[in-house]
């Protein structure tokens, strides 16, 4: 089985930083696409940004300019760098990857796998 965790999250004041991470352990065998997603209360879940397999960034046009997503692939790790923070901006974050694994049986499986999220809050 392949998990994915969150860490990071935290109170932070508008117009201030944060810095969330994304672990993902298991027998892994290669990530393709990798990245974040947040929903907040009495909403639906979004796409925040995500970071292809070959090094490119897509981003959600509410958080462009302001969020960078990078990844170390040597750790199987995934950063969400976020800037100048908006109220609009709390949610539970979940990371997500497009993954494949080896099973137990031996056979290889790709899987979208979620993590359980870490919340941030913007408030003053």
């Known amino acids: 089985q392949v998990q994915l965790v969150e860490s990071g999250g935290g109170l932070v004041q508008p117009g201030g930083s944060q810095i969330i991470s994304c672990a993902a352990s298991?027998?892994?065998?290669?990530?393709?696409?990798m990245g974040w997603y947040r929903q907040a209360p009495g909403k639906e879940r979004e796409l925040v940004a995500i970071?292809?397999?070959?090094?490119?960034?897509v981003y959600a046009e509410s958080v462009k300019g302001r969020f960078t997503v990078s990844r170390d692939n040597a750790k199987n790790m995934v950063y969400l760098h976020m800037n100048s923070l908006k109220p609009e901006d709390t949610a539970l974050y979940y990371c997500?990857?497009?993954?494949?694994?080896?099973?137990?049986?031996?056979?290889?499986?790709?899987?979208?796998?979620w993590g359980q999220g870490t919340l941030v809050t913007v408030s003053s």
């Open positions: 970071i292809r397999g070959s090094g490119t960034a």
């Open positions: 997500k990857a497009d993954l494949y694994y080896r099973a137990t049986t031996g056979f290889t499986t790709y899987l979208e796998v």
């Open positions: 298991g027998s892994i065998l290669s990530i393709n696409d």
